[in-house]
């Protein structure tokens, strides 16, 4: 079966909108919807084969973040729970299932500890947390200061290439190497240029969270972030770990079938 037909809305929020992309079969709407939180740099193109492949059964939403993609709300990682709360109240719904990748992982916890009744269960996918910090080799560290320096400079075409060449943009096929430069292309460094903003998530909040989890990674994920993510399935008292074969940060582009079919289990066995 198809996927299901795409609605775009702009929802307002803190100084600016989001735009926000919902697909739904609406046939079934005892199942929850999913919604996506993409990575940074990135927007909510790169969940295009989980969109096309889920929407089928699920109502799926993808939106860009604020200080990403078509959204004109300006960056601040301290407001993105309120933005999901408000995206959440446009359409209409009580409670979802969120998939948080890298950043968004932190954002993902955030609204879950502040509002668990709004989240059925979690998927983070290379997600970091405070206070488990395993080291890590030069390559695999952001130069977030460098590549803010490239941005307040206008070298945008700079700051693209040095970042598409980190470990954590390395895809595994060409097919998801068209998907991040297109996404790339785009990218303007808005966040780079707005005031510095920190999430803190620690280890604790992982006890607090009772709904079901999922955590996943590729194979070819950095080690750190391996490390981290057995550390997440470890310390979350109802959490589960996936690998996805043949991928890396980047896994639900780079083995796209794998991913949704994991994925798709795992929203199954909610009931």
């Known amino acids: 079966m ?3 037909p795409t609605q775009i809305f702009e929802i307002p929020v803190d100084g600016g909108a989001l735009q ?3 697909r739904e079969s609406g046939y079934d ?3 929850p919807p999913v919604l996506f939180l993409h990575g940074w740099t990135l ?3 790169m969940w295009a084969p989980q969109m096309e492949a889920l929407s089928a059964r699920y109502p799926v939403i993808a939106f860009d973040r604020r200080g990403f993609g078509r959204s004109t709300a300006p960056a601040g990682l301290e407001r993105e729970a309120g933005d999901i709360a408000a995206i959440l109240d446009a359409l209409s719904i009580e409670a979802c299932i969120l998939v948080g990748m890298s950043q968004a992982g932190r954002v993902a916890l955030d609204f879950a500890l502040r509002c668990p009744e709004c989240v059925k269960a979690l998927v983070l996918q290379g997600a970091q947390i405070d206070g488990f910090r395993p080291a890590m080799n030069e390559a695999e560290a952001i130069p977030v200061d460098a590549y803010r320096d490239l941005a307040r400079a206008g070298k945008l075409a700079e700051l693209r290439k040095a970042w598409r060449a980190h ?3 390395h895809v595994t096929n060409a097919k998801a190497g068209e998907i991040v430069d297109e996404i790339l292309q785009d990218y303007d460094g ?3 240029l707005a005031p510095a903003s920190y999430l803190a998530v620690g280890p604790d909040a992982l006890t607090r969270i009772g ?3 999922l955590v996943v990674t590729g194979d070819q994920e950095t080690v750190s972030r391996r490390l981290v993510a057995d550390a997440i399935a470890e310390g979350a008292p109802n959490a589960r770990r996936a690998t996805i074969e ?3 940060h980047l896994c639900n582009l780079c083995n796209p079938g794998q991913y949704n079919a994991v994925l798709e289990a795992f929203l199954d066995s909610l009931g």
């Open 246 to 248: 043949k991928a890396g």
């Open 190 to 192: 808005r966040d780079l």
């Open 29 to 31: 709407h005892a199942r």
């Open 20 to 22: 926000a992309e919902l």
């Open 2 to 4: 198809p996927g299901a």
């Open 211 to 213: 709904a079901p989890m």
């Open 167 to 169: 470990p954590l943009m």
């Open 43 to 45: 927007d909510r193109r």
